[in-house]
């Protein structure tokens, strides 16, 4: 089975950091994206960062600055870093990897996974 482990959230002030990690595991071939997409209650789930497997990224409008995304391809993780946080980032953090290609059941198939969410709260 493929899964997609995040840590990293809590509660911060505005202004102040944190890290977010993420940890794929199963018997992975390659994953195409990863990346970070947040919800916000009684907000659609929105992309905050994204890295390649060739090592480009992209970020949210919102985010560009402030928030810096990394990949590591053999360790299969991705972490995001957020700096000066702001009261509108407080939102539940998903982990996303797009394009995966794994061993499940037996065989090969290539899906998109998502990890559990973790919370940001940013107090003002």
């Known amino acids: 089975q493929v899964q997609l482990v995040e840590s990293g959230g809590g509660l911060v002030q505005a202004g102040e950091s944190l890290r977010l990690s993420c940890a794929a595991s199963g018997t992975i071939f390659t994953i195409n994206v990863m990346g970070w997409y947040r919800q916000a209650p009684g907000k659609q789930r929105e992309l905050v960062a994204t890295?390649?497997?060739?090592?480009?990224?992209s970020y949210a409008d919102s985010v560009k600055g402030r928030f810096t995304i990394s990949r590591n391809n053999l360790r299969k993780t991705v972490s995001l870093q957020m700096n000066s946080l702001k009261p509108e980032d407080t939102a539940v953090y998903y982990c996303?990897?797009?394009?995966?290609?794994?061993?499940?059941?037996?065989?090969?198939?290539?899906?998109?996974?998502w990890g559990q969410g973790t919370q940001v709260t940013v107090s003002s």
């Open positions: 996303a990897a797009t394009g995966l290609r794994a061993i499940v059941g037996g065989e090969i198939r290539l899906d998109d996974y």
């Open positions: 890295a390649t497997s060739g090592g480009s990224t």
